[in-house]
């Protein structure tokens, strides 16, 4: 049985027109002025083994265009988990991604464990995270680091891109393995991290 994931896909001029509003307000929370290209969520979404991937967590949706990749590829009885603090991003995903196996978080990604726990989930399979750790106060990052490794199946995987490659040494500090790869064909083009912990 196919589930339908969208019942209004948005457009791509629609996406890109809520995203550049939104960097203009908050440049340092969203760190490009476009969304991700669909090179790097290729990229991204290469990482992923979709025949055990059960619980799928994204951090820093935006527009969700990575989450779309991921809900079409995602099993029918799997569950996906994203955090996004931009109320306006909240709204609009909420209202163009009506897929019953999407929970929209409206809300820190530090909340990760608490809300697996909320949901009847002991771990995620997969993290994905566009979130600029490099701008975030030296607390917060350390926090959602940690939370991230403790929710993550221990055979899972916490995969980052970034647009700055000051995020690695933070990343070694928690995680037992950190491979990294470059995303030219993205504006900005980006750093790509595959973390195990």
């Given at each position: 049985?196919?589930?339908?994931?969208?019942?209004?896909?948005?457009?791509?001029?629609?996406?890109?027109?809520?995203?550049?509003?939104?960097f203009?307000?908050?440049?340092?929370?969203?760190?490009?002025?476009i969304?991700?290209?669909?090179?790097?969520?290729?990229?991204?979404?290469?990482?992923?083994?979709?025949?055990?991937?059960?619980?799928?967590?994204?951090?820093?949706p935006?527009?969700?265009?990575?989450?779309?990749?991921?809900?079409?590829?995602?099993?029918?009885?799997?569950?996906?988990?994203?955090?996004?603090?931009?109320?306006?991003?909240?709204?609009?995903?909420?209202?163009?991604?009506?897929?019953?196996?999407?929970?929209?978080?409206?809300?820190?990604?530090?909340?990760?464990?608490?809300?697996?726990?909320?949901?009847?989930?002991?771990?995620?399979?997969?993290?994905?995270?566009g979130?600029?750790?490099?701008?975030?106060?030296?607390?917060?990052?350390?926090?959602?680091?940690?939370?991230?490794?403790?929710?993550?199946?221990?055979?899972?995987?916490?995969?980052?891109?970034?647009?700055?490659?000051?995020?690695?040494?933070?990343?070694?500090?928690?995680?037992r393995e950190?491979?990294?790869?470059?995303?030219?064909?993205?504006?900005?083009?980006?750093?790509l991290?595959?973390?195990?912990?």
């Amino acid at each position: 049985m196919k589930l339908t994931v969208l019942q209004q896909t948005p457009s791509r001029s629609e996406q890109a027109l809520l995203f550049a509003r939104n960097f203009f307000k908050h440049p340092r929370m969203l760190g490009s002025l476009i969304p991700s290209s669909r090179f790097l969520t290729k990229e991204l979404l290469k990482q992923i083994d979709w025949k055990r991937a059960r619980v799928i967590v994204e951090y820093g949706p935006g527009v969700g265009n990575i989450t779309t990749e991921i809900l079409r590829r995602l099993r029918p009885g799997g569950k996906m988990i994203v955090f996004e603090t931009n109320a306006e991003f909240v709204e609009f995903l909420r209202e163009s991604l009506r897929d019953p196996r999407l929970h929209v978080v409206h809300g820190s990604a530090e909340r990760i464990g608490e809300v697996l726990q909320q949901l009847g989930f002991d771990h995620a399979d997969y993290v994905i995270s566009g979130i600029p750790f490099s701008t975030m106060p030296e607390e917060v990052r350390a926090r959602i680091l940690r939370n991230t490794r403790t929710a993550l199946n221990p055979q899972g995987r916490f995969l980052v891109y970034q647009f700055s490659p000051a995020v690695l040494p933070y990343l070694k500090q928690s995680f037992r393995e950190v491979r990294k790869d470059f995303e030219p064909l993205n504006i900005l083009p980006a750093w790509l991290y595959f973390c195990t912990p």
